[in-house]
């Protein structure tokens, strides 16, 4: 294809683009479609020679849109949000013009800078503590944009597992010392992303889960006893994970009590705010990350509710020596002569290659600006709250825990699980909305997320009026 062609192909896909998501509230959230639906609507085999652009464009609603998910429906409130916005398209389309490999500082300059500037300005408007900050630290701090929060999780966990072999080790490479991996031990909540516990499951390393207090939080407490009881019986803590926000409830470890501990005991603390981390902007959440000066890195995903697209999830580390010590391996086809005087992004990360994603994070901020960024966050929370008043009203129903961001969880008063259940299935299956459950110790909960960013009052009185008739429907005499 050449570029006249391209030019066509673009303008017809921007078009699409545009239909699609202006008109999305018209689409069923739900595809109806089964296991194996494409194989019947298209070719066992690559045809041999070029199509024109037009069949394919054709064949997106015939074989692509009847098994879409649609993630941006205002009747979407399904897990977490993850964004979508006109300036990340954009910026994505660039960045697939440039198509570079940003693995070292060399390979493509402004990719490992403007990431570098951009994660110092996302920094601030989160108010992290300086530390975490490349400029006002030398670049002893920094961010990186890594694709998803559980890489960051993986990160963390690895970094911290080579600060303590180089502590504990003759030769903090090889692990194979003393039994030293067996008696390593790491900690989070019970209440933390499943990608938390794989990161030890990954790592070989024990991840104990701490219970939670009556709100779901993780306490200072607790995690001091247990690490306690491992090191009397001779292992090694190394590593905890705080979550702020968790996926279940959206409940904030007690941040400052775990933070307090982490520093007497000299492990490693990770911060996952993978969904709630956006709020941050607005300083009127800040309180919820009261302690963070005493963690060693932080993460949180634009990509979920900060209007970047997938894959954006930006991860801050205070010493970033300690990263590349865990990830730093030199061939000779990888050197240049300004290492050192910047990042080289593949120490930082899992895979070596990595796109130019810092463009859309950048296109967002200067697009948007922080104001209009905080006025998502807010309508969205404000959305949350209607939707609980809603709830408030309706005595077949109980709020089961504090809403605190864009998440309602919620029962049926004095049901079973069972009953839950068979609410929230009939509910999915009248087509109008889609909804998630979680389990609280052992108890069966309805999620109500307020996700795109074309929701608006009206769509959440849909979504309340959709969870009053399958109620009715199901219990008429509740
Ligand atoms: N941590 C928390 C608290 C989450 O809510 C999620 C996903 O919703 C994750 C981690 C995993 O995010 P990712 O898909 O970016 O790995």
Not at 457 to 465: A, C, Q, S
Request: hydrophobic residues 40%.
């Amino acid at each position: 294809m050449e570029s006249a062609e391209f030019k066509e192909f673009g303008t017809a896909m921007l078009n699409y683009i545009t239909e699609y998501l202006d008109n999305i509230r018209d689409r069923r959230v739900l595809p109806t479609v089964q296991p194996g639906y494409i194989q019947d609507l298209i070719p066992a085999e690559a045809p041999e020679e070029g199509e024109d652009w037009k069949d394919v464009m054709k064949d997106i609603e015939r074989v692509i849109m009847p098994g879409v998910t649609h993630w941006h429906s205002p009747n979407f409130h399904a897990f977490y949000p993850t964004a979508n916005s006109y300036p990340a398209i954009v910026a994505d389309m660039l960045s697939g013009a440039i198509a570079c490999i940003g693995f070292t500082w060399m390979s493509s300059p402004a990719c490992t800078e403007l990431e570098v500037v951009t994660l110092d300005w996302l920094g601030k408007a989160i108010d992290l503590p300086p530390e975490f900050l490349s400029g006002p630290t030398n670049g002893k701090g920094g961010g990186v944009i890594q694709g998803t929060a559980s890489e960051a999780t993986l990160v963390a966990l690895l970094s911290a597992r080579s600060r303590f072999a180089k502590k504990h080790l003759s030769n903090a490479r090889s692990f194979d010392e003393d039994n030293f991996i067996g008696k390593l031990v790491s900690y989070t909540s019970e209440q933390s992303h499943s990608s938390v516990e794989r990161a030890g499951m990954l790592a070989g390393v024990k991840m104990r889960m701490i219970p939670t207090d009556e709100d779901l939080r993780m306490r200072g407490a607790d995690l001091k006893a247990a690490i306690q009881k491992d090191k009397a019986a001779g292992l090694i803590p190394f590593f905890v994970v705080a979550t702020l926000g968790s996926t279940n409830s959206c409940a904030f470890d007690a941040l400052d009590e775990i933070g307090d501990v982490c520093v007497e005991e000299e492990v490693w603390l990770h911060v996952d705010a993978a969904y709630a981390g956006a709020a941050f902007v607005c300083e009127e959440y800040r309180y919820l990350m009261v302690g963070m000066d005493k963690a060693d890195s932080f993460n949180f995903n634009p990509h979920k509710w900060m209007l970047v697209n997938f894959d954006c999830s930006a991860m801050w580390i205070k010493n970033a020596n300690e990263v590349v010590d865990a990830f730093n391996v030199d061939p000779f086809y990888l050197k240049h002569d300004m290492q050192g005087k910047a990042p080289d992004y593949r120490h930082w990360q899992i895979p070596l290659g990595r796109r130019f994603r810092s463009l859309k994070l950048w296109f967002v901020m200067r697009i948007y600006g922080l104001k209009k960024i905080k006025e998502h966050i807010r309508l969205q929370i404000k959305l949350a709250h209607d939707f609980e008043q809603m709830l408030r009203k309706d005595n077949r129903f109980e709020i089961v825990t504090p809403v605190i961001m864009g998440l309602v969880c919620f029962r049926l008063k004095d049901k079973s699980n069972d009953d839950n259940e068979k609410l929230l299935k009939r509910i999915n299956e009248r087509g109008t909305i889609h909804i998630v459950p979680a389990k609280l110790k052992g108890v069966y909960i309805i999620r109500f997320a307020i996700c795109s960013r074309f929701t608006n009052l009206e769509d959440v009185e849909i979504g309340w009026k959709e969870i009053q008739d399958a109620t009715t429907e199901l219990y008429p005499s509740a």
